[in-house]
């Protein structure tokens, strides 16, 4: 197996997911569903070359933020990586997809980054250095692998409440509307994406309405007020492959996949949808 398609260690136990090389992307996978948000900057991602961070800054031109080269000088300021977001500095590594995913984010959802940052700088003031609290690792997960759903048929909510997933993911009501990917927020889900056959599962906020950016709008309001993304226990797991037309090979093999499928965990309850105002 290779590098780019298995988990790498860190030292500290924790297997993180490493991508494979940008010349080993093939193009064509970028008109996955995934990536449906981001296809106004197809090229920063579809090109053989690496755009530059300074070329990236130019072409984003991001309000009231700043992406930086992560280096050494840029790290001997001891800063938390959030707190030098509220100063206005994003950290980005060159060459990186995770981090040009993450700036990619910034420019099309910045409201929504905005109020994810200033929820963790919040949180971060009230704990001791090095502890976090259930809400800052919400955030880190809905920001690393949101999705943002919206429904309006209460049949699908009952399901997915109970994991049905052979009832959430009949065809016929994601092609009529009745459950939809507002947005895939999380740029480390774009980033596994990369693989196409690797199984996604995102971390769901889900609204009820119509209207993607309306949805979006109403997220972000929500974890702004402190309504939305306080415990990660509130996040609905979505098995993305599910969806129809989002992977290859939806048998009725694939959906009696427990694995993936996953059973509702004993005593497991999800919110009732945000409501637009």
């Known amino acids: 197996m290779t590098a780019a398609t298995t988990a790498a260690g860190d030292g500290s136990g924790v297997r993180r997911f490493v991508p494979p090389p940008r010349a080993a992307v093939d193009p064509q996978v970028f008109a996955h569903p995934v990536f449906a948000g981001l296809r106004d900057v197809h090229d920063l991602l579809a090109s053989p070359e690496w755009p530059s961070i300074a070329a990236?800054?130019?072409?984003?031109?991001?309000?009231?933020k700043h992406l930086v080269e992560q280096d050494a000088t840029l790290l001997a300021?001891?800063?938390?990586?959030?707190?030098?977001?509220?100063?206005?500095?994003?950290?980005?590594?060159?060459d990186n997809w995770h981090d040009l995913f993450?700036?990619?984010?910034?420019?099309?959802?910045?409201?929504?980054?905005?109020?994810?940052?200033?929820?963790?700088?919040?949180?971060?003031?009230?704990?001791?250095p090095g502890q976090r609290n259930r809400a800052q690792a919400a955030l880190t997960q809905f920001d690393e692998t949101g999705v943002i759903v919206r429904v309006r048929n209460h049949t699908l909510l009952a399901?997915?409440?109970?994991?049905?997933?052979?009832?959430?993911?009949?065809?016929?009501?994601?092609?009529?509307?009745?459950?939809?990917?507002?947005?895939?927020?999380?740029?480390?889900?774009?980033?596994?994406a990369l693989l196409p056959d690797r199984r996604l599962v995102g971390k769901c906020v889900v609204v009820q309405g119509d209207g993607d950016e309306v949805c979006v709008d109403?997220?972000?309001?929500?974890?702004?007020?402190g309504r939305a993304v306080t415990d990660p226990l509130q996040l609905r797991p979505l098995p993305l492959a599910g969806i129809a037309g989002w992977h290859k090979g939806q048998d009725a093999a694939f959906y009696a996949d427990a694995d993936y499928f996953r059973p509702l965990r004993a005593g497991?309850?999800?919110?009732?949808p945000l409501l637009l105002l």
Request: aromatic share 10%; hydrophobic share 50%; glycine share 4%.
């Open 56 to 64: 990236l800054e130019t072409r984003l031109a991001l309000p009231g």
């Open 77 to 94: 300021d001891g800063l938390h990586y959030e707190a030098r977001i509220a100063q206005g500095r994003i950290a980005t590594r060159a």
């Open 102 to 128: 993450n700036a990619l984010v910034w420019a099309r959802y910045p409201q929504l980054k905005q109020a994810l940052n200033v929820q963790q700088c919040r949180h971060m003031a009230s704990m001791p």
């Open 159 to 192: 399901a997915w409440d109970v994991h049905d997933w052979h009832a959430l993911f009949e065809s016929r009501y994601w092609l009529s509307g009745d459950i939809a990917v507002a947005a895939v927020f999380g740029h480390a889900l774009m980033e596994q």
């Open 218 to 225: 109403a997220v972000t309001v929500a974890i702004a007020e």
């Open 268 to 272: 497991r309850q999800y919110p009732m």
